[in-house]
């Protein structure tokens, strides 16, 4: 069965220090992995996502994240963080075969607090 | 070009009542899917609908919901008699074709519908 573990529930960084957020998967098939990102009352925003091209992706905002099949891990990073960085993220799998077809599973995700 | 429109943004309703939730997809989207948001809880799957077939419920709870994608207008989801524990924000997500297979859409999220329940 596919699951997404996301690893820290908050994560407290300073403005221009980076950002790892952290992720690990379970999926009996080759998935495609998405970060999500939310802020307050406000809908979700896509960061990036990985569909077994280059295992290391770029999105918005200067985040990317690591495809490592090996670890089954797909962290997100961000060099420096800024201030309006902080919002929820959600890791997500979407099932690419078997009964369920395209629908998304989420990690339960992570908070991201910066300070000044 | 409009994103995902969900109204109403807030809804309240009394336990027993009815709760009708509405989304209009992205332009040229045909794919629409409907997800929970508990508090402190990550989205849960609920149901996938295409223009006038439900494609996957398994999420949707077996009594008092349903939801629809009719062939024109928008999708509704639809719970009768809620109760407390409906309480929740409810999202819709669409997509251009489907998600399935080794496709590679992108599901674009509205900004919700946040349900209490009083």
């Known amino acids: 069965a596919q699951s997404v573990t996301q690893l820290d529930s908050h994560v407290s960084v300073s403005e221009g220090t980076p950002v790892l957020l952290r992720c690990n998967y379970s999926?009996?098939?080759?998935?495609?992995l998405f970060w999500y990102v939310q802020h307050p009352n406000k809908g979700l925003q896509l960061l990036l996502k990985?569909?077994?091209?280059?295992?290391l992706v770029k999105g918005i905002n200067g985040f990317e994240a690591e495809f490592k099949k090996s670890e089954t891990s797909f962290h997100l990073t961000k060099p420096s963080a800024h201030m309006s960085d902080a919002a929820e993220y959600f890791c997500?799998?979407?099932?690419?075969?078997?009964?369920?077809?395209?629908?998304?599973?989420f990690g339960k995700g992570t908070k991201l607090s910066v300070k000044p | 070009n409009a994103g995902v429109m969900q109204n109403p943004r807030h809804l309240v309703r009394r336990r027993g009542q009815e709760a009708r939730l509405r989304c209009s997809p992205m332009k040229g989207h045909s794919h629409v899917y409907w997800y929970r948001q508990l508090p402190e809880e990550g989205l849960k799957f609920m149901v996938y609908?295409?223009?006038?077939?439900?494609?996957?419920e398994s999420g949707m709870p077996k009594e008092r919901f349903s939801a629809e994608f009719p062939k024109e207008g928008p999708s509704i989801l639809r719970i009768q008699q809620v109760v407390r524990g409906d309480s929740a924000a409810y999202f819709c997500?669409?997509?251009?074709?489907?998600?399935?297979?080794?496709?590679?859409?992108?599901?674009?999220f509205g900004d919700g519908t946040r349900l209490s329940i009083l």
């Open positions: 990985y569909t077994s091209a280059a295992t």
């Open positions: 997500a669409s997509s251009q074709t489907g998600t399935g297979g080794r496709g590679n859409q992108p599901q674009h």
């Open positions: 999926s009996s098939y080759s998935p495609s």
């Open positions: 609908l295409q223009k006038e077939n439900i494609i996957d």
């Open positions: 997500v799998v979407r099932l690419n075969y078997g009964g369920s077809q395209g629908n998304l599973i």
